[in-house]
DNA sequence: GGTTTGACCCTAA
DNA sequence: ATTAGGGCCAAAC
């Protein structure tokens, strides 16, 4: 398995109403310095994937998605389909993550 | 196999 | 507190 797999095997245990980090999973797949390898496979995902890919938010919350297909307006929306309250300010969407952070236990 | 590319993140100032 | 700069690393060329 590669990779991008492992990736999307974490991001799909991801709780419906909760949110995890780009370096979040990049951590619990023992590779800590690789967050940003994490935004290129969700980006790598085809658009009618079942993968829950809306659910992974930067470090400090905020929706840092970059694809013509998928417009952070999209991701946010997403969200508060699934119960959890996104907070725009400035052009930005930001997650509570004292709230919404997925935690494991 | 060297180079390029960032849905990121940490550090220093 | 806020921001710019640089390191990181797997894939695609």
Do not use: C
Request: proline share 5%; charged share 25%.
């Amino acid at each position: 398995m590669n990779f991008y797999q492992a990736v999307y095997q974490v991001v799909s245990k991801i709780p419906k109403g909760k949110v995890a980090t780009y370096g979040q999973v990049a951590t619990i797949l023992s590779s800590a310095r690789s967050a940003q390898v994490v935004g290129w496979a969700l980006r790598a995902l085809p658009e009618d994937s079942n993968i829950p890919w809306q659910r992974v938010v930067g470090r400090q919350g905020r929706i840092t998605i970059i694809h013509p297909r998928a417009p952070k307006e999209l991701q946010a929306k997403l969200l508060t389909r699934e119960g959890i309250k996104v907070e725009k300010k400035e052009n930005n969407f930001f997650i509570d993550l004292n709230i919404y952070l997925w935690r494991i236990k």
